[in-house]
Every structure is written in structure tokens, then in C-alpha cells.
């Protein structure tokens, strides 16, 4: 066959094929494919919330994993909204917004490697963090506070800071989404954004943080399903040797592991399909290749088929394959080499939290508060992970309201001769929740609106409150002012 050495069975392809994989389960159990996987030189796995009971619980999951061979097992630990350790509960540690708007590096640092200290004690050596995103875009749908901001300095700084506290411990940090998700209004997930910069802005803007992680030393970076007309076309970054190989790998030297995104979404199986998108990901210069959270194993041998064919018919090289798998494998030996153990830093989320979170105007003591929560429908990035402020307020009447189906008097009735706080999340990005707030806010001026998204948009009266996220330990440290 054209390109293959004859030493190459098929067994043999197949192995390296299934070498670059970071494959997906549903369950708190490994199945038996997965772990017959990796026993046979499968790359790893990615856990998402559907495989979290509880910290024992997955430590038992990568424990069984690791046994069956020597897998890279990742999943996506950003802090504040984007957690799978504390995906049914919320994470106690804010952030990149809550860290970027507090701008302490060495708190960023904290914060990161005590998410390490976390991921050590769970079996997991590859965090698909930080998000070195640089969001420019008011109404990115996909980035908005996973970003520590709009300023590429500091996006820069706080970037460091997060793979030193990740790779302290021996857990890979993972920078993303390259070559830069902040400038973009709609979700990959969903379609091909596009970001509509020059080479020249991309340089000085959103490769600046990468630049600044490779310097750092980043064990890994995730790429980006987004198009960059001036640099790939109309063609995903994923699947772009102008942007994996001559950009990445050559203008910028970066040597390490190059992850993509998660395969399964709509940028490129609406596109290229699955399997089409691992091969044209692989010759563009990935090494792991995320397969997402929905792929079946009867898909992922798909792909696997895909890739082994492609190997065949001369389309792909097998050094390109063989390269692959050799930085998996070193990314595999130094977490193992670098593990260390982390003394507990119970408090460093709150702290966190706490110097993060900005209010204007006086607040007055609570009396008999009637809290509304104003939904907004969860992103497929960070999922349905539970926000609010009942924990921390036991004595209030709290409702959740759609906010397209909110009567504003109904609520003010029931808020008659007791305080109101209004709780909002990104209200700048639905029109139907910043109608919902003004209409409360002007007829009750003393109401609390508390931001757990980006503060962008604010009412014109009333005491505002902004956490810079939606985690617990941004509620927390809200709830804190309104009772102190």
C-alpha cells in the first residue's frame, strides 16, 4: 500500500489510530469496551458530568481505567460555570471572569492549583483548562465568563498563572480554544463561527495568551472549531495546517500535544462527519482527538476505521500517526513523573469570590426576601449545571421564572412589603430578561439585582450586584453583602 511500511498490519494501524483517541462513555462504570480499549493502546478518555457521582466515586472510575492500561483521562475543570467534579452542585471555586476581574495572578495561581490538588485525588492528568480566550465579543455565546477578560495583557498573565497551578501537580493543562473563540457570536457547537480578524489583529490579540502558555510551558492546547477567513478560509481551525502546523507548530514552536475540540459537534459533523473529521484533524497537525460526548462505540470504531483507511489509500502518514501517539505518550509520562500531592486549600474559592464580586449602591437589610430567578437556558458548553442563591438563603421565597412567561405584577404583588432581589444571568444577551428586570426595577427602585453572568448590561435604578459568574462560590459571596 502506498506509504505504509509492510511492517504495519492492519492490527497494528488500528492500534495507533485508536492511540489518538480521548473516547466517551455515559455511566458511572467503565464498559468493557472502553476498558478492552485500553488495554489494547487506546488514547484516553474524556469524562463529562453523566460519569460524576462523587469524588470517591471517580476516583474508583480512573482507578479501574488506569488499570486496564496507560490512558489519558481528561475532562473539562474550568472552575465557576464549566465543572464535571462538581457538576451537580456547582463548583466552589469562581471562574476565569471572577479571577480576571480581580487580577491578582498569584490568587489565579492558588485557585488552579488547588483544582490540580482536586483532579490529583479524582485519577484525572489532563484538565481541559484554562480558556485563554480573549473575549472581545459582548455576545459570545460559548465564552462570555469562562474568559478572564477583554484585554489580551491580561488574559496573558492570568493564562500563566493557570498552567503553573495546573502543572504544579503533575495535571496537564490544556489552553483553549486556539486559535481564539473570544471574538465570535455564535457556538460551535452549533455552526462554523467565524472570527473576521486580520493576521495581523489575530497576532497582537488572540494569539497572545497562547504564545504566553507556550512560554509557560503548556503541556497541551485544545484547538478551535472556528474559521479565520485571513488565515483558514472557510475551514474550522480543527481541520487547518495553516493553522495547526505553519502557525502553531512552526511560527509559534510549539511542541507539545495538540487536542481538538470535541469531534461531535455540529462544525464539524454537520461538515466533514466524524470520522472525516479525525482524519483531516490529524493531518492538519492534532495529536488527541476529542470525540465529545456523544459518540457511540459502534461511531467510534467508525473512526477509527476512517483513520486506518485513510493510512491506506496514502491520504494520511503513518509518521503522522506515529508522531501523534509519541507526545500522547509524553504528556502520559511527565503527569506520572510530576504528580505531587496537594495540602487542601478549603478556602481559596471563596477568598476568590469574595474580592471578586462589585456592588453600587446601599443595600438595607433583607426583610422577608422574595427572590426571583430569572431562567436562561444553559449552554451546551457548560450544561445544566445548577446556579442560584437558595443555599445560602434558607429564609427566602425564592421562584424561577421563564422570563417570557413572567407576569411583572404577579411578582410585585407577592413581593409587597418585602424586600426584592432579582437575580439575572447574562441579561445582556436576552431581551426578554432585561424587559422582566426594568419592569420590577421601576416600580420597586429598592430591588437587589444580582449579575451572575458578564455585568455589561445593568437597570437604571436599584442596588446592583455583579459576581462575574454562577458558581457556588460566586452566590455565596453575593449573598454575603446582602446579609452582612
Known sequence: MP????????????????????????????????????????GGVCLFGFNVEGPDQVATLTSSLTNAGDPVISLDEEGGDV??????VGSEYPGNAALGAVDDVDLTERVYRSIAGDLVKAG???????????????????????????????????????????????????????????????????????????LELLRERELAPFRAAIEAGTRSIMTAHVAVPALTGDTPA?????????????????????????????????SVGLGGGAVLSLKAGADLLCMGSIPTYEETEGVITAIVAAVRAGDLPVERLEEAVARAQS???????TRG????????????????????????????????????????????VPWGVAPWLPEAE??????????????LTRARGRSLVVVVKDAHRYPASRELVTELVSARPDS?????????????????????????????????????
Not at 83 to 88: D, E, F, N
Not at 363 to 368: H, I, K, Q, S, V
Not at 398 to 411: C, F, S
Open 238 to 270: 480543527t481541520l487547518s495546517p495553516r493553522a495547526l502546523t505553519t502557525l502553531l507548530r512552526g511560527e509559534l514552536g510549539y511542541d507539545g500535544v495538540v487536542v481538538t475540540d470535541a469531534l461531535d459537534m455540529h462544525a464539524i459533523t454537520k
Open 331 to 337: 504528556l502520559r509520562d511527565w503527569a506520572r513523573e
Open 341 to 384: 500531592q496537594h495540602t487542601e486549600d478549603t478556602v481559596v474559592g471563596l477568598q476568590a469570590a469574595r474580592r471578586a464580586v462589585r456592588i453600587s449602591g446601599a443595600t438595607l437589610p433583607l426583610r422577608n426576601p422574595f427572590v426571583v430567578e430569572i431562567d436562561t437556558p444553559p449552554t451546551i458548553a457548560v450544561g445544566d
Open 3 to 42: 506509504g505504509v511500511p509492510a511492517s504495519h498490519s492492519d492490527r497494528g494501524l488500528r492500534r495507533l489510530a485508536a492511540g489518538t483517541l480521548l473516547v466517551t462513555f455515559r455511566g458511572l462504570t467503565a464498559p468493557d469496551w472502553v476498558l478492552d480499549g485500553l488495554s489494547g493502546g487506546l
Open 448 to 484: 437587589v439585582v444580582m449579575e451572575m453572568g458578564l455585568p455589561i448590561w445593568r437597570p437604571d435604578h436599584g442596588v446592583h450586584i455583579a459576581t462575574y459568574g454562577a458558581a457556588r462560590a460566586n452566590a455565596q459571596a453575593a449573598v454575603e453583602l446582602l446579609t452582612a
Open 124 to 198: 484525572v492528568n489532563l484538565d481541559m483548562a484554562p480558556s485563554a480566550d480573549v473575549n472581545t465579543a459582548d455576545d459570545n455565546p460559548v465564552i462570555g465568563t469562562r474568559s478572564f477578560g477583554a484585554d489580551p495583557a491580561l488574559v496573558s498573565r492570568h493564562t500563566v498563572a493557570a498552567v503553573r497551578g495546573l502543572q504544579s501537580l503533575g495535571v496537564a493543562a490544556c489552553v483553549k480554544h486556539f486559535p481564539g473563540h473570544g471574538a465570535t457570536t455564535e457556538d460551535s457547537h452549533l455552526s462554523i463561527p467565524v472570527v473576521d480578524a486580520s
Open 398 to 411: 425564592i421562584v424561577r421564572v421563564k422570563p417570557e412567561d413572567a407576569r411583572a405584577t404577579d411578582l
Open 83 to 88: 465543572t464535571r467534579l462538581a457538576y451537580h
